[in-house]
Structures are given as C-alpha cells and as structure tokens.
C-alpha cells in the first residue's frame, strides 16, 4: 500500500499478500454490510494524525483514484489512473513536495505518537519514489491489464459496496476503453508506452513465465469483468465491454508479438530490486540471515511433525506413520461442492468458541464472511485469502475470507483449463486455515482497525507484509494447541511451508536453487500439491518475490516479543490482554510495534504488579 508506481498501483490494495460449478449470481450472492461502526470519540492525537495522512493521500488520489477510491477516500469512484510513462515523473515531484511539508509539520510536532505516524507516513513517502526510480532504471514497462480493469472493477462491483456507487464501475470502464472524450484506451496508452522502452539499453525484460501466465488467464479475467456488470444489473455496459474485449485481444496479440519473444528465461531480479522489495515487504534482516534462520526452523518442525504423525494415524487407523504419507492420506478425504462452505462455517464456529473459551483475543459481536472464489478471483489470487474491507469512512463494510478451489492451468494447457488445488478442501486443513484467514487471524486483524479505530497512517501507510502475515501464521500457532491431531499436523505443515519459502525465495533468486528443486522440497518435504507447489513457486519468482518470507520473519519477531514481555510480567502476562493490544496499536511494523507495546503494555502491567 505504500507504493503508488502504476504498474502496481491497481493490484497492490484491489486484490489484497483467496472455482467451483457454481453461477456467477450465487458466488456473489454475499448479505449486504452491516451497520456502520459505532460512533466514537476520535483522539486528538488521532485526528492531529490523520490530518497529515491527507497529505499523501491526496497524491494517490491524483496518480492512483482506483487504489484511493478502494481505500474508502470519497469522490473518486468515477476516476482511472494514468499509465503513461510522463506520469512517473510528475508523481515522483509530487510526493517530493508531500516529503517536505510533512517534514515541516515534523519539526513543528510536539505528540510522540503524532510524530511516530509521521515516521511512518516520511516512509512510506521516501519508498514510493525509490520504487518508482527503481522500476525505472531496471525494468521495460509490462502491464497485466485484464488483471488491473478487474481488479477495479471488482473494487465497485460488490455485495458490500453501496447500490449508489456501482453505477460508477461504468464510467471507469468507458474510460478504460477510451469511449469518453480526453481517454485513450488502457491498452493503447500502455501498448505505447512498452514500445518506448523496446530497444533502451540496460532494461531487462519480464520472465517469460510470467508473461505465459498472464496470456493463458487473461480470458479468465475478461469474462470475470463481464460478469460482475451482469450480476449487479449494470445496464448499458454491452457496448463499453465489447469494445474492451476487442482492445484486449489486440493487447494480448501485441504481448505475444513483441514482449514473449524477448522475455527472459533467468527470473533472478536484479539484486538491488530484490532488496528493495524485502525491505517493502518488512525483512530488515539480510536474506543468507534469514535463510539461515529458516533452516533451522524446518528441521526443527519437520522433527514436531514426524512425532504427531504416529497419534493422527493411530486414530485415524491409517497404516502409515511417516508425517509425509499421513498427511497425503489425510488429503483424500476431499469435501466436495456444496459441502465445502458449510464445512468451513461450522468450522468457523467451533474455532471461535474455542477463543472465547480459552480468551485468546476479544471477539466481535458479529460473524466473520467466508465465501468461494469465481474463476476471475482464483486467476487473481490462486491461494486462501481475506479480503480487506474499506479503511476509511467504513460503513460496515468487513473483510471476507475467499476460498478458490479451481486455478488456471500453467501455461501450455488448452485455453480455459483449469487446475483442481486439494490443499484446501479437506477438514482437517480447516483448521489452520481458517484461523489465518478469518479468526483469530486477517479478518479480525482488520476489523480491529475499522471497529476499535486506528490513525490512518497506521491503517494504510505502515502496511506490509511482514506485520499482516506475521500476524496470521501467529493467530495458527496460538489455535494450534486446541485443535486436534489432524489439525495440528497440517496446522505444522502450513508452519513448514512458511519457513521453506524463507529460504526457498532468496536461494531462487541468489541462484543457489532451481526451480526444480524447489518444487521437489515443496511436494516431497512439505507435502504440497504439485498444482500448489508449482503457484509457490511461481510466487518466488515473478508473482512478488520477496514476499512469501514474511510470513516466516513476521510470525518470528512475534514470538521474540511475546517471550519478552512473559519474561518481564511472569504469571501476570494476560495473553488475551496482550494480543488485544497488539490489535488495537493497527499495522505496525516489528520495531514500532516492539516499542509501543514494552513503552506502554509492558510497563502498565508492570506498574501494577
């Protein structure tokens, strides 16, 4: 969320780092919001803040209205960002001129939180501009566009977003497609702007992986497109869709013509963008450190697994004993179609009743949303995942946990195909799975900031993986004593495949691993599906490198603190007071976090022992 470079404007916050034969209108068939969040007194030191937040605010308003409109800034639903290649330079001037008054109001700043989340906003700032340079310096301009419209067009066209904003999907889709006056179509702005780049010396292309991707699920995204405007009863888009559709057949001929002959084979990124999207990502620590570290953990889960496997078995009366084959047996007792989203409802259930019973974390008075994916979504994210409600102005939106089953096939399948993941749909996966993506994991984690209330610099501005995934495996690990035996092995298998990518992507891409050898890790050590394993490692090297070690690095600075502050309270620590507060302080990165709760739970607490 803290980078605004277009290329990524869209994709960074509409499709936040979750297909079955079910219709369109029943995927979609979701209950409206509920009520808006309870008025409550906004802090001084809060408004004060968000006061400055408006500042770098107004500039992705102005270079990135889709991702602004999404986050709930009002007046922008109508607008489409600017993807010509002039448009990096005017936004690298304007966050310059946002740095240096927010750097004014710094020294003026007296509040230590209003000057924390100034840090943070400077930051956030100081990055943009550095990815942007970066991006340009490196790399020649390659768009994913069926991917960017849906994703916008998904941000509008939803149960949850007011009947009253979604006539505003079509006019973004006009514009798109160059239909009103001022507005080339996205395809031919960005067609134009590849062609400029084509012959530069020093760029290197995408990965050819990458743009086979994007070719064989770019139908999956165009259909996706016209089926929202078809569920929400849109009229009058017919023409506007037809005409896109036409603009991305000739962009798909283009990219095919001119970008896949060229795209390399080697998906190592250059090592200067490799660091700078660890850093974005939330790993302050050098990758060998973290890979290191990660190897440990491996050996040392693989160990707590091997010696569960024998008691799931037992019970379960499997013959097998070795933690590999328990759980390949676990995964064929498949749920299938309409048993599937019961199964995780019921499940949902049982998880927060053991929270409320354990007082692990406070519970909303409300239910969590958990639905499946359509084929458009499962193109977008092939993986479980929450997505995020509105942060600002939210008026009961909430953040939904999506569920994809089918994924396209990899490149060289027939057109349409699709790949079956068996990862998910089994019960005992349910599990930890569920307490990721729903609760006490994601979902909870941003309801706390839209119900409880946070600064918007906290909410948007210190985004990143490394505080949102921690997080999530964290709320697994706290579940995981509770849970059954089948529950705790794969609950410990989704722990190994977290710290297997915290050192299977920087080894990718330092080139100490193959891709095959990656793949085999993943399917013969953690026991992933090879449609999985292969979306994991598509992950390490062209989706967002970087980002899958987050999870390992995240959850690790968690557990440090929690030990440090249980050394400092003893029997006094309160786990559901901690992880209450852990809440409310938003997005923090490790660090910021670090000091505010040993600053101001530790020392509470302490104070009245």
């Known amino acids: 969320m803290t980078y605004l470079n277009a290329k990524r404007a869209l994709t960074a916050v509409l499709s936040c780092g979750l297909a079955v034969s079910v219709s369109a209108g029943q995927v979609f068939a979701q209950s409206p919001p509920v009520n808006p969040p309870a008025a409550r007194t906004v802090p001084a030191w809060v408004a004060r803040s968000n006061e400055n937040t408006r500042v770098l605010l107004a500039v992705l308003t102005r270079f990135a209205p889709e991702q602004a409109a999404s986050l709930g800034v009002e007046g922008f639903d109508e607008q489409v960002l600017d993807i010509r290649a002039e448009v990096d330079e005017q936004s690298i001037e304007a966050v310059n001129q946002a740095i240096k008054q927010l750097k004014q109001r710094q020294m003026a700043e007296k509040d230590p939180l209003v000057l924390q989340d100034l840090d943070i906003l400077l930051v956030a700032a100081a990055n943009n501009v550095r990815g942007t340079q970066l991006e340009k310096q490196y790399n020649v301009p390659y768009f994913n566009l069926s991917r960017l419209v849906f994703s916008s067009m998904q941000s509008l066209l939803d149960a949850q977003i007011a009947p009253a904003r979604r006539p505003a999907a079509l006019v973004r889709l006009k514009r798109y497609a160059g239909l009103e006056a001022g507005y080339t179509p996205i395809t031919v702005a960005a067609e134009a702007r590849t062609r400029a780049s ?8 995408p990965i050819r992986a990458e743009v086979q991707k994007d070719l064989a699920s770019s139908a999956a995204f165009i259909e996706g497109i016209g089926q929202l405007f078809a569920t929400y009863k849109i009229e009058g888009y017919q023409e506007a869709y037809t005409r896109l559709k036409e603009q991305f057949t000739a962009y798909d001929a283009f990219v ?66 070795d933690y590999r084959d328990v759980i390949r047996t676990l995964r064929k007792e498949q749920l299938v179609g309409e048993a599937i989203l019961p199964h995780y409802q019921k499940r949902l259930a049982e998880i927060e009743g053991i929270i409320r019973t354990q007082r692990l974390v406070t519970l909303p008075d409300r ?77 909870l984690q941003f309801a706390s900031m839209v119900e409880k209330g946070v600064s918007n610099a906290r909410a948007i501005y210190a985004f990143n993986s490394t505080n949102v995934e921690g997080w999530g495996l964290y709320a697994e690990a706290i579940l995981l004593p509770f849970m ?13 495949q977290r710290a297997a990518r915290a050192f299977l992507d920087p080894e990718l891409q330092s080139g100490k691993l193959t891709r095959e050898q990656a793949l085999k890790v993943l399917t013969q050590e953690v026991v992933l599906s090879e449609p999985f394993a292969n979306q994991e490692v598509e992950r390490y090297t062209f989706r967002a490198p970087g980002q899958a070690t987050s999870y390992f690095y995240g959850f690790s600075r968690l557990l440090e603190l929690r030990a440090e502050v249980e050394r400092k309270l003893g029997n006094r620590f309160n786990q559901q007071q901690f992880h209450d507060f852990i809440l409310a302080q938003g997005l923090l990165p490790p660090d910021l976090l670090k000091k505010a709760v040993v600053a101001q ?9």
């Open 198 to 205: 084509l012959n530069k010396p020093g760029l290197v292309y």
């Open 256 to 321: 095919r013509k001119e970008i896949l002959p060229r795209a390399r084979e080697d998906f190592r990124q250059p090592p200067e963008l490799y660091a700078f999207a660890l850093q974005q990502y939330g790993v302050d620590i050098p990758p060998a450190q973290l890979a290191a570290r990660a190897h440990a953990a491996f050996d040392d889960i693989q160990k707590q697994m091997q010696a569960l496997a024998p008691e799931v078995a037992k019970a379960k009366g499997y013959s097998v004993t």
């Open 367 to 443: 239910p969590a949303r958990i639905r499946l994916s359509t084929p458009a979504e499962s193109a977008q994210s092939p993986a479980p995942n929450m997505r995020p409600p509105r942060l600002l102005g939210n008026q009961g939106e909430q953040g939904e946990f999506v569920l994809p089953l089918n994924i396209p096939a990899p490149p060289g399948a027939p057109a349409g195909q699709t790949q079956k993941v068996e990862d998910f749909t089994y019960a005992a996966a349910s599990w930890t799975l569920t307490a990721h993506e729903a609760r006490p994991g994601h979902e």
């Open 484 to 496: 059954p035996p089948e529950g705790k092995l794969i609950s410990l298998q989704a722990r190994l």
């Open 601 to 609: 739970f530790a020392s509470a607490n302490t104070a009245a022992r």
